[in-house]
């Protein structure tokens, strides 16, 4: 599927191929969210194939591949191999900023639900922890991303018999995307999780509303608009080349606690946004 790249040349080269990267990448959400999972993973292994060919070995959008292929992997149940292209992902993003990097956070989350899906709860929370510690550094305490790493660390506490660690933390994610504009469907998802913790304090009342609430924005025709992939669903970001604006594409990240709550079309997280520069 990789186009001949031959008829560029220098920065036009590397535009295009960051732009064909960006289309096969969103090709990829489009076939997760109509389940057709073995042309998808097919797709991601020549999206990473095509971006080390044209891009190189330290570009980001290699990362943002590697990422979506790690996801696929992850959920074909090819734990070794999901965590293999995670790590790969990692090094690339250390390399191209360090642990400030645009998406070095949500790739140690995806190495972390790669963990908790092979029983390893112990490294998970660890990994979490650190994509938390950095989001905090480096972004404002209200951004959404941080209430991403609040709400993934949450539902693993949840599901690891720890409502009490929960609840604050997705007390903390709800106050962020309540805030933040267009949160209709993410502020769902911590409403349900929210849900969930206060079911295991016997606040079976209060657990209701909550989930009314999270019905109801999922109803909303914003939230339908959404697509609802699971973990390797993408987001268009700019990102500025050295001419000019072009696309790239990062993952979403699903935010299941442990193995035991898979990934699936109803049950995703939101999108870390930053853009690379």
Request: aromatic share 6%; proline share 4%.
């Amino acid at each position: 599927m990789a186009d001949d790249l031959t008829d560029f040349d220098g920065l036009g080269a590397r535009m295009g191929a960051e732009a064909r990267v960006a289309s096969l990448l969103r090709q990829g959400d489009l076939l997760w969210r109509d389940g057709r999972y073995a042309e998808g993973l097919r797709l991601a292994e020549q999206t990473c194939d095509l971006a080390r060919r044209a891009l190189g070995p330290a570009h980001p959008q290699l990362a943002y591949a590697l990422m979506r292929l790690g996801e696929w992997l992850r959920m074909a149940g090819q734990s070794d191999a999901a965590e293999a292209r995670f790590q790969a992902a990692l090094a690339v993003l250390h390399a191209g900023g360090g642990e400030g990097a645009p998406g070095y956070a949500a790739c140690l989350s995806c190495l972390a639900m790669a963990a908790a899906g092979r029983g390893q709860r112990e490294r998970a929370e660890e990994l979490y922890r650190q994509a938390l510690a950095l989001r905090e550094q480096f972004l404002a305490a209200d951004d959404p991303d941080v209430a991403q790493s609040l709400h993934n660390l949450a539902s693993l506490y949840r599901d690891t018999g720890r409502p009490a660690a929960a609840e604050p933390l997705s007390r903390r994610a709800l106050a962020i995307v309540r805030a933040a504009a267009g949160g209709g469907l993410h502020i769902a998802f911590v409403l349900e999780s929210l849900a969930y913790t206060c079911r295991e304090f016997g606040r079976h009342a209060e657990a209701e509303g909550y989930y009314r609430q999270a019905a109801d924005l999922k109803k909303a025709p914003a939230a339908r608009a959404v697509s609802l992939a699971g973990g390797p669903a993408v987001v268009n970001k700019p990102v500025r080349s050295a001419a000019e604006s072009v696309t790239v594409v990062g993952p979403r990240l699903p935010s299941a606690g442990d193995g035991g709550t898979q990934t699936t079309a109803a049950n995703v997280s939101w999108l870390f946004r930053r853009h690379v520069t």
